[in-house]
């Protein structure tokens, strides 16, 4: 029985921790999708429905692939093992520029939620952004906060999200404006002109997707397990994750629609106006200090994997198993255990992303499910590889149809323009390091990089005081 608690307690400390990236997602993929939409808050539900379903896609696919790499690994090393040790650097690309991003996006929604408050502090947004990413990094640069702080973030917001969805289904619409008129009042164009709105818009919340595939290589972490129990702890999270995700996302989208809460006006967000108009001002105001916290979680997280991915590159005389492609000094930690440089050089992305994007949120979502999917589909295209070889058909169509959704996602947003240039980083990234691998000799191990740094992670959590 003691030993079935234990392992219920790890279980619910790496669940809720590894999730708290795309539960903290929640609080700008809705509201992207709702600009997507131009303000159209009947065709919300049906946008984020599809969001949801497309999760679940990837889940399906992406449960297959913790099956086959318990030890984790995640998608570098299905496509390592699928089309060679120098394929694997485009997930790793994507991954570095997916943590600049996550970052970036976390900070700046974090302070539309300090300024959904406070609205008298939005001419200070950039600054107030800037100020957090230092703060987040600076906390980091002490040592890492543990599965504990994370996992208790997420459950406190899950916990207070679900009070704001109960107190919204006693709530009355809010009283017609001139906004929300404009946003639903507009002739019905038909359903095939709505259809197309749709999928023309859910790629943009695609944002909610990101860290879904965070299972498939945090299980790395999971030392104290064998590789039946890593494969479980990993499968059980991403089933949890997409059961949460998608009930407050749909929760709040199907509320936000029934009640006529549109588009916020400047210096406010949706989630902000939702609960400010469902909820009383106590539970308004612990929803959005822990939407703030969730999101610096989510930074956080990202601070911590970033640097320690780019530890696991560095040459790294005491670590044998390190591929040893990036200077020494991204291998060099401080007494907590922490990369520093590594974690300096992400900080000085991150606000350099945040500065360029005025700390808005909404604009660097566009930018955001672009990496992210990109690995998704390269991961994908791997297994699809494996099932086709092994002639499991039932599977290899799976597999198919997971890739084609997820390159369907990805060009619909690339086609938007600007987030071509996310694709264009993650690539120079990718081919940089594989240029760096080939001057160093090919070294083994690029392809469980992701599991090396994940492991890395876990054992500076052990030893830090």
């Known amino acids: 029985m003691v030993i079935l608690r234990s392992r219920a307690v790890l279980f619910l400390a790496f669940a809720f921790a590894v999730m708290a990236d795309p539960v903290s997602s929640v609080a700008y993929a809705v509201e992207a999708a709702l600009h997507a939409l131009d303000g159209r808050l009947d065709l919300l539900v049906a946008t984020m429905g599809l969001v949801v379903v497309i999760i679940a896609l990837v889940i399906v696919n992406y449960r297959a692939l913790i099956a086959r790499y ?211 001002a106590p539970v308004f105001a612990l929803f959005q200090l822990m939407t703030a916290l969730l999101l610096l979680a989510a930074a956080s997280s990202s601070f911590q994997a970033g640097p320690g991915l780019l530890k696991a590159l560095a040459a790294n005389p005491a670590h044998s198993n390190a591929v040893g492609i990036l200077p020494v000094a991204f291998g060099r930690v401080n007494s907590r255990h922490t990369p520093y440089w590594g974690l300096v050089l992400f900080a000085v992305l991150s606000m350099l992303v945040v500065a360029a994007a005025g700390a808005d949120d909404q604009t660097l979502v566009l930018f955001y499910a672009v990496a992210v999917f990109l690995s998704f589909l390269s991961g994908l295209l791997a297994m699809t590889r494996f099932t086709h070889l092994s002639r499991q058909r039932g599977r290899f169509a799976l597999n198919l149809f997971g890739s084609v959704v997820v390159a369907f996602t990805l060009v619909v947003n690339l086609a938007r323009g600007w987030p071509l240039v996310s694709l264009v980083a993650a690539a120079l990234i990718a081919g940089a390091l594989w240029m760096l691998w080939v001057r160093a000799g090919r070294p083994e191990g690029i392809r469980s990089i992701e599991a090396m740094a994940e492991k890395a992670d876990a054992e500076s959590d052990a030893v830090t005081p």
Do not use: K, N
């Open 70 to 280: 318990p030890e984790g690994g995640g998608a570098s090393a299905a496509v390592g093992e699928a089309f060679g040790d120098g394929w694997s650097f485009v997930p790793v690309g994507s991954l570095v520029v997916d943590f600049v991003l996550t970052i970036a996006i976390s900070v700046s929604a974090a302070a539309s939620a300090v300024i959904a408050y406070f609205p008298a502090l939005e001419p200070w947004r950039l600054l107030i952004a800037l100020v957090l990413v230092a703060v987040v990094g600076g906390m980091c640069w002490f040592g890492h906060l543990g599965r504990i702080v994370f996992a208790l973030m997420t459950v406190v917001f899950v916990l207070i999200a679900a009070t704001v969805l109960v107190f919204s289904a006693f709530a009355a619409p809010v009283e017609a404006s001139a906004s929300v008129a404009a946003a639903g009042s507009g002739a019905d164009p038909g359903m095939l002109a709505g259809l197309i709105a749709v999928v023309l818009a859910f790629p943009v919340a695609m944002a909610l997707a990101t860290g879904v595939e965070a299972p498939s290589t945090a299980i790395a972490q999971l030392g104290e397990l064998d590789d039946d129990g890593r494969r479980r702890f990993g499968q059980l999270t991403l089933w949890l994750t997409l059961g949460i995700v998608g009930v407050i996302t749909l929760g709040l989208a199907t509320q936000a629609a029934r009640l006529g809460v549109g588009l916020p006006e400047e210096g406010s967000t949706l989630i902000a106006d939702f609960a400010r108009h469902v909820a009383p």
